[in-house]
Structures are given as structure tokens and as C-alpha cells.
T-cell receptor
Framework: GIQVEQSPPDLILQEGANSTLRCNFS?????LQWFHQNPWGQLINLFY???GTKQNGRLSATTVATERYSLLYISSSQTTDSGVYFC??????????FGGGTRVLVKP | NAGVTQTPKFQVLKTGQSMTLQCAQD?????MSWYRQDPGMGLRLIHY???????DQGEVPNGYNVSRSTTEDFPLRLLSAAPSQTSVYFC?????????????FGPGTRLTVT
């Protein structure tokens, strides 16, 4: 099956800093999503982005499908950005395979 | 819309007990699935369904049963709970018209098996 690797595993940021999270995958994909798992455990959809670039407020994401990676950018980070960020993807449908996540802590 | 709902939020079972985790969605989504998340890890697919009457296994199906009698509901049954099934369980749904669509997750059920 498809392999997914996220980096870095942990990230500590000062409030206001920018950061980039990376998701590498082993095969071409038709379905890629970024999620934020908040400290209460809820999974929040950030982006559905099998290819191209999208922006939503301080967050943006880029997927370069031909090179098998996706990036999530967080700008002007806030303490509410703390949590774990996951990418989930599938090569042919809706059966997502998840990476191990990047744990983000934003300090005030 | 309530989206994807799951009950219960928390559950403690003894080894060997059985129970059913409930999942419902009100978005008329064809596709529904169950994932488990173990501490410090990403989610892994247990079972999924592309419509009423159709189910299939995911990556970690052993010890779990599912059925899909309606579009709205997709319950997950633990037949004989084991400590290895201690985990957080998430249900998800999406449109399924032959191409992938964005998936929406429920709030999760935290299960402890002693």
C-alpha cells in the first residue's frame, strides 16, 4: 500500500512565527487532505488538495503530485494552532492512509 | 446539519465483553468508514462502506464487524473486546460518485478495555 511520511515529527514555535510542514508519499494520489487534531482530539478538515495550491486565512497548502509531496504553511502562528497535523491520502478512492503526524506547540 | 455524530463519547469495557459503537451522518453521503487511532499515531482504516448493503475491510479489520442497512448509519461492533482494542475510534463519511471527495470526521469514541 501507499506509504506516507510526515516531517518534522515535532515543532515548537513562538507565537507569530511561520512554519512549513511536509507530507511525502510513495505513489501517485487522487485524494489528499490535511487535518488539524486539536487538543480535545477533534479532527478538523483544513484542505482537500490532491494537487495545486489553496489558501484559507493564515494557512495554505501546496501539493506537487508529480514529485509526491504536499506542504502545509502556517503563517503568523497563534496558540490556537497547537495540536497535531495529519495528512491523509489515497491513490484511488476514499480509503485514506495517514501519516504519523506533526505535533505543533505554539508558545505565547 | 449535525454532520457526523458518534455515540458514546467514552466507554470502558472488560475483556470479553461486546458492544456497538454508533455512527450516523445526515449529509446523504454514500461512503462511510471507521478508523482507529492509537496513542501518538495516525489513523488506520478498520472497515468501510460505499453504500447501503455494501461493506469491505480496511487495514485492521480483525475483531470488528460492520453492517450498513441504511445510508445514514454505520455501526461498528466489537464481538469480544481485548485490551489491544483500547483506542480512539473515528467514523467518517463522504460523497462517493466514483471519484474521491473530501471526508468529514465525527468527534470520536474513546474506548478502554481492561
Amino acid at each position: 500500500g501507499i506509504q506516507v511520511e510526515q516531517s518534522p515529527p515535532d515543532l515548537i514555535l513562538q507565537e507569530g512565527a511561520n512554519s512549513t510542514l511536509r507530507c511525502n508519499f510513495s505513489d501517485s494520489v487522487n485524494n489528499l487532505q490535511w487535518f488539524h487534531q486539536n487538543p480535545w482530539g477533534q479532527l478538523i478538515n483544513l484542505f482537500y488538495i490532491p494537487s495545486g495550491t489553496k489558501q484559507n486565512g493564515r494557512l495554505s497548502a501546496t501539493t506537487v503530485a508529480t514529485e509526491r509531496y504536499s506542504l502545509l504553511y502556517i503563517s503568523s502562528s497563534q496558540t490556537t494552532d497547537s495540536g497535531v497535523y495529519f495528512c491523509g491520502l489515497d491513490d484511488a478512492g476514499n480509503k485514506l492512509t495517514f501519516g504519523g503526524g506533526t505535533r505543533v506547540l505554539v508558545k505565547p | 446539519n449535525a454532520g457526523v455524530t458518534q455515540t458514546p463519547k467514552f466507554q470502558v469495557l472488560k475483556t470479553g465483553q461486546s458492544m456497538t459503537l454508533q455512527c450516523a451522518q445526515d449529509m446523504n453521503h454514500e461512503y462511510m468508514s471507521w478508523y482507529r487511532q492509537d496513542p501518538g499515531m495516525g489513523l488506520r482504516l478498520i472497515h468501510y462502506s460505499v453504500g447501503a448493503g455494501i461493506t469491505d475491510q480496511g487495514e485492521v479489520p480483525n475483531g470488528y464487524n460492520v453492517s450498513r442497512s441504511t445510508t445514514e448509519d454505520f455501526p461498528l461492533r466489537l464481538l469480544s473486546a481485548a485490551p489491544s482494542q483500547t483506542s480512539v475510534y473515528f467514523c467518517a463519511s463522504s460523497i462517493d460518485r466514483g471519484t474521491p471527495y473530501e471526508q468529514y470526521f465525527g468527534p470520536g469514541t474513546r474506548l478502554t478495555v481492561t
